[in-house]
């Protein structure tokens, strides 16, 4: 990679990975692209330019631009909304992904764009979930990712072009919130904990689902599009993981830290029945043998950070 557009930069992902991506490729050599870009953000530093993935030409426009020849789409529209919005899940799940596709297939662009937990469904093996397992999703951003996988290695196959992929887990990030996922609890009871010291968690007790901290969320993404290609079986898409948790674990992980802190449920049917179609675990094995796929972090590492970065963003008054 050297002169990478990210699109969707200011989401989740996006606002962390562009960062990330620019101090190791210059700033100069990142292109920060969104829908909705925040003039006010730290990633105004570098290039930023308002992008629809739904505009094909607009997307060649920008590789052309900055001669770009590896593009990181991380726009979606994640579960619990897409459920709201199937028809808009669609259109940028899967019409822009293809947009994509082809603007890498006319450019000689590599593309990575992620995948999740959520392209399994209830007829997967929910425990240890093999790489290369039934995949039946019961939402329609499942659906896109599935299709997204399908799509990114028939244009490898057909046209060569470098796509690559990790299935990511739930992220749990301090720097921004998540928009309208079923993993949404697990930032959120961090938060809720330091101001309020209470958390209403919208799935039950004993849920569990494959969980990742956002530094390794990043490390996974850079490390596999700088991994040697020849080694690459499963390119879309690698079955990544770090810790898997229910709610119970993470407030047994927090009043070790804050000894007050209260958990209680209000379960949220839509969120509930999501989850309760995903793995509990997967195994990443494939990820660690052709990449070098290795986690940093678990979930007592993670709780201290989390809890330390989010408490002094409580003190100055930011949250």
């Known amino acids: 990679m050297k002169n990478i557009l990210v699109i969707g930069s200011f989401g989740q992902i996006g606002s962390e990975l562009t960062p990330e991506l620019r101090k190791r490729y210059s700033i100069s050599n990142v292109v920060a692209a969104d829908l909705c870009p925040k003039p006010d953000s730290p990633l105004s530093e570098g290039p930023v330019e308002k992008l629809d993935i739904t505009d094909a030409q607009a997307i060649a426009d920008l590789v052309k631009k900055y001669s770009i020849d590896t593009i990181v789409n991380l726009a979606a529209i994640l579960s619990a909304v897409g459920e709201k919005k199937p028809m808009l899940a669609w259109n940028i799940g899967v019409n822009g992904m293809l947009n ?29 979930t093999p790489q290369d397992t039934i995949q039946r999703p019961c939402t329609m951003y499942g659906v896109t990712k599935v299709t997204g996988e399908l799509m990114s290695d028939y244009y490898f196959k057909k046209y060569g072009v470098d796509t690559r992929s990790v299935r990511y887990p739930g992220i749990i ?71 898997s948790i229910d709610p119970e674990m993470i407030a047994a992980e927090i009043k070790k ?62 949250i």
């Open 100 to 128: 994509c596709l082809e603007v890498a297939r006319e450019s000689g662009c590599a593309v990575f764009t992620p995948s999740s937990i959520a392209a399994f469904g209830p007829d997967t093996p929910a425990d240890n």
């Open 257 to 318: 830290h804050l000894p007050g802190f209260e958990l209680v449920y209000d379960i949220e049917p839509i969120k509930q029945g999501i989850a309760n179609t995903w793995p509990n675990s997967m195994d990443d094995q494939c990820a660690r043998e052709e990449w070098g796929w290795k986690p940093n972090w678990n979930l007592q590492t993670m709780t201290a950070d989390m809890l330390k970065v989010v408490g002094e963003k409580f003190a100055k008054g930011v």
């Open 173 to 243: 990030s301090n720097v921004t919130m998540p928009g309208g996922g079923t993993t949404d609890y697990a930032v959120e009871i961090y938060y809720d904990a330091v101001k309020s010291g209470r958390y209403v968690s919208p799935l039950g007790a004993g849920t569990f689902l494959d969980m990742m901290y956002m530094p390794d969320a990043i490390d996974a993404c850079i490390n596999l599009m700088e991994a040697d290609p020849l080694k690459l079986r499963h390119r879309n898409s690698f079955n990544i993981s770090a810790m």
